[in-house]
């Protein structure tokens, strides 16, 4: 069973290595692959999956792809130096990071000024594309990674996106939640009804954590 526990006091993950991950600006251009960036989200659709072919006898043209899509709001909010994830469109609870090593990172209080987030987890949606739309104009950084099972830390980049414009991903690429700057950002969800997730423990798998750093002057032109 490799269901991750998304719920968890931060303080029983072990002390690790980090890695750094490059922060990019995200344009039309660098995040061309990933996906795209959205002005507005009304009307904006979400690319479906269409279910895979089981055997020699072909999916019925028409059919296989019309599970449609949820929505609702995704909230990021920093407790302390650790970020907590809230997204209603699937009803899930989740630990994204936290800005020091877990041993030492507190929700009461930051122990270290926010400088990075450290992430221990990555997943993908194979059955469709997701869209985040930020309802708080405020930057906001996503680490993302193209598509493949064999991921490593270096595949992964972190992208930052000033807030006046939303993030869509394709189906199949590496992402986690967004990473509010600030305390907290909300910011519409849209993603495929199915919402199959394929994960991959960083921590577990390759004894680092991954540091997207939340600073705008680190940020690397493409």
């Known amino acids: 069973m490799n269901t991750p526990q998304y719920m968890f006091d931060a303080g029983t993950k072990p002390s690790l290595p980090w890695h750094e991950v490059p922060l990019v600006r995200a344009t039309d251009a660098s995040v061309k692959g990933y996906g795209c960036l959205v002005d507005d989200p009304s009307g904006f659709e979400i690319e479906i999956t269409r279910w895979p072919q089981q055997g020699w006898r072909p999916i019925d043209e028409g059919t296989g792809d019309e599970g449609g899509w949820v929505e609702g709001v995704f909230k990021g909010s920093w407790q302390g130096g650790v970020l907590y994830g809230v997204n209603e469109a699937v009803n899930g609870k989740y630990v994204l ?39 708080d104009k405020r930057p906001f950084v996503v680490p993302l990674a193209l598509p493949g099972d064999n991921l490593t830390p270096d595949k992964v980049i972190a992208f930052w996106c000033e807030g006046d414009r939303g993030l869509y991903i394709h189906a199949g690429i590496w992402h986690e939640g967004i990473f509010p700057v600030e305390d907290e950002q909300r910011f519409l969800d849209r993603q495929s009804a199915v919402h199959a997730l394929v994960s991959a423990d960083i921590g577990k798998e390759f004894g680092v954590y991954l540091a997207c750093p939340l600073d705008a002057g680190k940020i690397r032109d493409l």
């Open 97 to 135: 990071c936290w800005s020091t090593d877990p041993q030492h990172a507190q929700t009461d209080a930051p122990t270290v000024p926010r400088g990075q987030v450290l992430l221990w987890h990555m997943n993908y949606h194979p059955d469709g594309g997701q869209l985040f739309f930020p309802l």
